[in-house]
T-cell receptor
């Protein structure tokens, strides 16, 4: 079955450490997205990519980085510059702007 | 910036009807999505409105008024499994970005 796979489901970060969240899709979608969700808040866009080898900053890109070397993969790195990384991170993909985004099951990141 | 407002919480009885309103003020408009999200899970797509009017899908319907910057999601014949957060999201322009509201938590009681 086609879908989006995020890993790991739970991740713990030490102070000063960079961590990378994986997102893979086999839906053949061109566009991929990373969102952050905090309790009581809506999804906030971190980065998005409309096509391979291209990506744009979303509303809260500071302290994060991404790459899009393959159509299927859009990993997110949470750097040590992100001072409040504890959140639920969701990856999504879509075939075009007027089509719904399909979401992965999320990664819950916590600070040790 | 984009401003999307939804009520924070709503409670209803099993078998009843609930209407979740969403108002938006955005720099542009190319469509409005509704998603359902159960606690700790991924959002799932419910509906997409781009033209004014009502779109019906089984127990769920969604309405849009572009001139009023207003949409609602109507949930009929409520079931316990409908207890979830419902997210309104607007596509302000044709650049793939979505702006989400904070979500409305619906609790269905027996």
């Amino acid at each position: 079955d086609g879908g989006i796979t995020q890993s790991p489901k739970y991740l713990f970060r030490k102070e000063g450490q960079n961590v990378t969240l994986s997102c893979e899709q086999n839906l053949n979608h061109d566009a991929m997205y990373w969102y952050r969700q905090d309790p009581g808040q809506g999804l906030r866009l971190i980065y998005y990519s409309q096509i391979v080898n291209d990506f744009q900053k979303g509303d809260i890109a500071e302290g994060y980085s991404v790459s899009r070397e393959k159509k299927e993969s859009f990993p997110l790195t949470v750097t040590s510059a992100q001072k409040n990384p504890t959140a639920f991170y969701l990856c999504a993909s879509s075939s075009s702007a007027d089509q719904p985004q399909h979401f992965g099951d999320g990664t819950r990141l916590s600070i040790l | 910036g984009q401003n999307i407002d939804q009520p924070t919480e709503m409670t209803a009885t099993e078998g009843a009807i609930v209407q979740i309103n969403c108002t938006y003020q955005t720099s542009g408009f190319n469509g409005l999505f509704w998603y359902q999200q159960h606690a700790g899970e991924a959002p799932t797509f419910l509906s997409y409105n781009v033209l004014d009017g009502l779109e019906e899908k089984g127990r769920f319907s969604s309405f849009l008024s572009r001139s009023k910057g207003y949409s609602y999601l109507l949930l009929k014949e409520l079931q316990m499994k409908d207890s979830a957060s419902y997210l309104c999201a607007v596509s302000p322009s044709y650049d793939y970005k979505l702006s989400f509201g904070a979500g409305t938590t619906v609790t269905v009681r027996a």
